[in-house]
T-cell receptor
Framework: AQSVTQLDSQVPVFEEAPVELRCNYS??????LFWYVQYPNQGLQLLLK??????LVESINGFEAEFNKSQTSFHLRKPSVHISDTAEYFCAVRRSQGNLIFGKGTKLSVKP | DAMVIQNPRYQVTQFGKPVTLSCSQTLNHNVMYWYQQKSSQAPKLLFHYYDKDFNNEADTPDNFQSRRPNTSFCFLDIRSPGLGDAAMYLC??????????FGPGTRLTVL
């Protein structure tokens, strides 16, 4: 069975500092991995995805994630965060049926 | 812009009173999903439609039903809401084997 583990439930960080949100997955089949961001009282927005090809994927707002098959990880990173990055971040793996299995989420809190 | 729309954004119902949440999409995707997200938890899939084929998750309570009258619309019916059904309900769509697009969600309060 596929599963996703997000090791940190909350990550506080100061503005302009780097951040890493950790995600590990378990899957016996080919994986498709996603990071979604959720702002308060809103739905989920796709941040970036890994389907195949280059193991380093980037989003338009400075986030990147690297698929590491040997470590079964897909950690999300940003070299310099902004106050506006404060949100909850969900890592997800796609099941063969097409739906997503989500991790429990990491709340990123960026402080001035 | 193509999008996933959920109405209403906030719904209040009484214990045991049936309630319907709606989702519509302009993306023409053939797959639609309903997720339940309780406070500070991950979204959990309730069921999904692949075109008209309904796929229920094994642990989705019978209290939850769904209808998809056409490609664009999908409804979530809660027949007898309990206090434990208070949550954010998220609708998502996708074309086969592609990423999912989520609506803004409906926050359900049960009094």
């Amino acid at each position: 069975a596929q599963s996703v583990t997000q090791l940190d439930s909350q990550v506080p960080v100061f503005e302009e500092a780097p951040v890493e949100l950790r995600c590990n997955y378990s899957s016996s089949v080919s994986v498709y991995l996603f990071w979604y961001v959720q702002y308060p009282n809103q739905g989920l927005q796709l941040l970036l995805k890994y389907l195949s090809g280059s193991t380093l994927v980037e989003s338009i707002n400075g986030f990147e994630a690297e698929f590491n098959k040997s470590q079964t990880s897909f950690h999300l990173r940003k070299p310099s965060v902004h106050i506006s990055d404060t949100a909850e971040y969900f890592c997800a793996v796609r099941r063969s049926q097409g739906n997503l299995i989500f991790g429990k989420g990491t709340k990123l809190s960026v402080k001035p | 812009d193509a999008m996933v729309i959920q109405n209403p954004r906030y719904q209040v119902t009484q214990f045991g009173k049936p309630v319907t949440l709606s989702c519509s999409q302009t993306l023409n995707h053939n797959v639609m999903y309903w997720y339940q997200q309780k406070s500070s938890q991950a979204p959990k899939l309730l069921f999904h439609y692949y075109d008209k084929d309904f796929n229920n998750e094994a642990d989705t309570p019978d209290n939850f039903q769904s209808r998809r009258p056409n490609t664009s619309f999908c409804f979530l019916d809660i027949r007898s809401p309990g206090l434990g059904d208070a949550a954010m309900y998220l609708c998502a769509t996708s074309s086969v084997n592609n990423e999912q697009f989520f609506g803004p969600g409906t926050r359900l309060t049960v009094l």
